[in-house]
């Protein structure tokens, strides 16, 4: 499993932005929908959308057992299908750089494959608090 | 924009490594499709489980004087293990109670067991040693294609996955199919416990976390039990019952006269650091959920009159550790057990050789050591089977085994 070809997703986005709001914003791979922060958009540029379910900006509605199970869900099947391509290790450093805590990096280095890295990289804290 | 699997760009690129400095190969290419017509039939199927299968419960060595003191609580079973009794070996092996389906393809000699066979890497990572799995290389991170896709570089027909996205063991300059089903996985017990984890210095999201645990899994079990991993539960990988309806949806792709050579399956899952004992725990329920695959999949080419020509192997990236750790399971180790199954197999019998599970004979003093380099046993099938030719093994598929002496598995 590679480290993410960074030269790919920046010859097509343009510009790859560090410490994203979304692990994989600027990466060119789409995940079928994107992670909100505290009222913040994703960095690609959108007009004012409603947070997707599970996403809502209020701690209320984002830290109930069910948004949490929605997001474990999504993050599951986004990994099965990007897991043995993207190489979570590299884009958790790329994406999170200093941020990434200690917890998050062992339980990505600890994972028993790329798809299971992956799926703890999309529900990592860090990119739920920010 | 995925690379990988995106179909226009992949025969763009055939088309440019097709044209491009390979005419002294095309003479030698047409006359190996000549004589390949026999082999175009032959199909063969990679198994990978994923996670380090700890393979003394799998395969667990039973007859060897140290087995008991080494495994400690591990080498109990809540059914008696089932007997790989042969001539050579005096019933030092058995199978899991568990493997069942395997056991009786063993009876009828369809199934041979490799064991104390490992990868050269020995670092015991799952990423670096799946790495090592897949691409063929004796160290990790050096080749991005892997051994049966650039085994299959040549062959007429697609390789097939069964899975989202094509595994790195299958990439190359082929082309290759991906099949998947339809029903999303769902969230496993292992990569909730992991989860859990990770959340442990944020208890609103711990809370929320375990709320939602006990209300989406099966047997519902205290917080601090969860992250020891001691839940019952789904095995992680494939939604339960996955595994054996993709196992029978590969049997049907493979026995069509113009289905795929080649297909890859993966089982993840394996990776038991806790309650390996529990007869209902994650590694009971994978052994089940793996025999009951095999079992489908050899129906399913036995019905298409295909059983005879094909030849599966199912190896892991590392076994476990001899003894059993803190939370009753084992850690990540070296030398383990591979399963290879089909018609053409000599089956019946366990190949390798046996180092023995005293300390002393352990690897680093922890691991069940490596005595059969997994090479070994793949460029037997690659050779015997798939009429890869020994300079390509050596020189392509595996690069740098030339010392690996293929093992011959199969029968004629």
Redesign the interface.
Known sequence: MLPLPLGEGRGRSGAFKPHAASPLSGTGLQAGTRTASEGREATRSEPNRRPPAGWSDRADDWLGPDAVWKRVEWATRAADRLGAIVDARALAAQSLGPLLGGATRLQIERAADGPQALALLLLAPEFQRR | ????IDLPRRRLLRAALGSAALAPLASLRFAQAATAGAASDRRFVFVIL???LDSLSAVPAVGDPDFAVARGVLAQFAAPPLPLDSASDGGLFALHPNLAALHAMYGRGELAVVHAVGLPYRQRS??DA??VLESGSPRP?EL?TGWLGRAQSRSASASLAL??????VLRGPGSVDTWAPSA?????A???A??A??????P??AN??E??RV??LDGAMPADAMRAGMSDGPP?GPARGGFVALARRAAEFLVQPAGPQVAVLDL????THANQANPNGPLANNLRQLDAGLAALREGLVAGNAWRRSVIVVATEFGREVAVNGTLGTDHGSGGAAFVLGGPVRGGRVFGEWPGLAQRERYEGRDLRTTTDLRAVLKGVLADHLQVPGARLDNEVFPGSEAVKPLALLRG
């Open positions: 924009m995925p690379s990988r994923r996670g380090g799952h990423f799946q790495q991170y991005s899975a989202t996205a094509v595994p790195l999303l996985p769902d969230p496993g292992d990569l909730v992991r989860l984890r990770m959340y442990a210095a944020d609103a999201l929320a976390l709320r939602a209300l989406h992680a993840g899952g394996w990776d």
